[in-house]
């Protein structure tokens, strides 16, 4: 098959990621990002003319920070079809624990971007693994209003994390404050970053609650899909 038939069949079809940060900051956020991501939901699973997207599966995973002993660092779900399953994995969802700044993203990219692929041309798709490479776009959506540590607990560099996501074909899409870290993030290939002012004396939360309240998160990422 060639690559522009292979284009043309796995147009369309998308597993996404949407990585949250559930730390104790994020508290005056979540419940805008809920909703956001709610209509989000809703606008890809009506069919229309202007939607891209014709098959999709998503799922809803919580990181912290890996270095605190007191609260989970990464609550994982498994890909879901269905809208009403996926808003009850962010309605699940809670902010607390992560102490201070910094916290652990760089962990929980490398962990969802390598977590394995269904086998090609399986009839069951495994929920808690990508599609096979070539069946679908993957992107993975990220929220915070932190910096992240400068390696994983296991001393993985951003070096490590490029290539986690450019061997699995991840494409990164970043929503957070407007922070040095996140222009290096973005550098990842097939990475955006949507930088989000400060404004007055708002806390990176504040904004990123500002944003969700105010902006169409599925418009700006209609792109990738």
């Known amino acids: 098959m060639s690559e522009e038939s292979k284009s043309k069949k796995t147009r369309g079809v998308v597993d996404i990621v949407f990585l949250i940060d559930a730390t104790g900051s994020m508290e005056p956020c979540i419940d805008a990002l809920k909703k956001n991501i709610s209509v989000f939901v809703d606008s890809m699973t009506t069919?229309?003319?202007?939607?891209?997207?014709?098959?999709?599966?998503?799922?809803?995973?919580?990181?912290?920070?890996?270095?605190?002993?007191?609260?989970?660092?990464?609550?994982?779900?498994?890909?879901?079809?269905?809208?009403?399953?996926?808003?009850?994995?962010?309605?699940?969802?809670?902010?607390?624990?992560?102490?201070d700044e910094p916290e652990s993203l760089l962990d929980a990219i490398h962990i969802v971007a390598n977590m394995g692929q269904s086998e090609r041309g399986a009839q069951e798709l495994d929920p808690n693994k990508w599609r096979y490479r070539s069946n679908a776009a993957r992107v993975l959506i990220v929220f915070t209003d932190a910096t992240y540590h400068p390696t994983?607990?296991?001393?993985?560099?951003?070096?490590?994390?490029?290539?986690?996501?450019?061997?699995?074909?991840?494409?990164?899409?970043?929503?957070?404050?407007?922070?040095?870290?996140?222009?290096?993030?973005?550098?990842?290939?097939?990475?955006?970053?949507?930088?989000?002012?400060?404004e007055g004396g708002e806390t990176g939360a504040e904004a990123l609650a500002?944003?969700?309240g105010s902006s169409d998160i599925y418009e700006c990422i209609g792109r990738f899909l």
């Open 47 to 99: 069919k229309s003319q202007a939607n891209p997207v014709r098959d999709w599966r998503a799922k809803v995973v919580g990181y912290r920070d890996f270095l605190d002993a007191e609260a989970p660092p990464l609550e994982d779900n498994p890909f879901v079809t269905e809208p009403d399953k996926l808003k009850l994995q962010l309605s699940s969802l809670e902010a607390y624990g992560g102490g």
């Open 152 to 198: 994983t607990k296991d001393g993985g560099t951003f070096d490590d994390i490029h290539l986690s996501c450019t061997s699995n074909r991840i494409l990164l899409f970043i929503f957070a404050p407007e922070l040095p870290c996140y222009d290096v993030l973005s550098q990842i290939d097939g990475s955006e970053y949507e930088a989000l002012e400060i």
């Open 210 to 212: 500002r944003f969700a």
